[in-house]
């Protein structure tokens, strides 16, 4: 079965920097489209950043535009949200997603499988 295992969260000071990483396995990964999303406390899921099957286009939310990176090594099954100058308001379980629509940048409900997230705190 499709399974997608996040990794790289953790406690950060304001300013700070993490990379997160999700490795997938049980599908054809240079074939689907990898998605980053975060959950705060009280809120709901937002996309966060999205990579496109062949690699080509990256999507970022307005709100992290400059600060992360996502990237994907299909090589190792393997995609990444590089994070920077993290803010407090980033504090959240962060999500990966896949799915195989060929849609420009999909939105949430068209990912079919998720991880089960990482936990990223920012202190101020």
């Known amino acids: 079965q499709v399974q997608l295992v996040e990794s790289g969260g953790g406690l950060v000071q304001a300013g700070g920097s993490l990379r997160l990483s999700c490795a997938a396995s049980g599908l054809t990964f240079s074939s689907y489209t990898m998605g980053w999303f975060r959950q705060a406390p009280g809120k709901e899921r937002e996309f966060v950043a999205a990579i496109m099957w062949h690699g080509g286009s990256t999507h970022d939310a307005n709100s992290v535009k400059g600060r992360f990176t996502i990237s994907r090594d299909n090589a190792k099954n393997t995609v990444y949200l590089e994070m920077r100058s993290l803010k407090p308001e980033a504090t959240a379980v962060y999500y990966c997603?896949?799915?195989?629509?060929?849609?420009?940048?999909?939105?949430?409900?068209?990912?079919?499988?998720w991880g089960q997230g990482t936990q990223v705190t920012v202190s101020s």
């Open positions: 997603a896949a799915t195989p629509s060929r849609n420009y940048n999909p939105p949430l409900r068209e990912y079919n499988y």
